[in-house]
């Protein structure tokens, strides 16, 4: 009976390492591509968090300094209201 491990001319024993260095190559793959994408460096599957305005941007520590309480909500709404007018209507995500 021959068998797949046969030391007799066949394969020998190796062969049943393939499926693992298969899996290790395509582990190896994915786990690449995940940290690329992760860094921005994705190209198209670059993440959506790229296009958010900067942590630096007017809106971004408006809400901040509402949210840790430095200011009303008159004042956050008056602020609100003149960078609006500065910077054009502003939508969703803070984009203008």
Avoid: C
């Avoid at 007018?85 to 803070?94: N, V």
């Amino acid at each position: 009976m021959q068998t797949l491990a046969n030391w007799d001319g066949g394969p020998g024993p190796w062969i049943l390492f393939l499926p693992l260095i298969w899996a290790a190559v395509v582990v190896g793959a994915v786990t690449f591509l995940r940290r690329t994408v992760r860094r921005g460096h994705g190209g198209p599957w670059r993440p959506m968090d790229a296009v958010r305005p900067a942590g630096d941007s007017p809106l971004a520590v408006l809400g901040r300094r509402f949210a840790s309480g430095e200011i009303d909500e008159d004042e956050y709404w008056r602020r609100l209201s003149v960078l609006e007018e500065q910077f054009g209507r502003i939508g969703k995500g803070g984009a203008a």
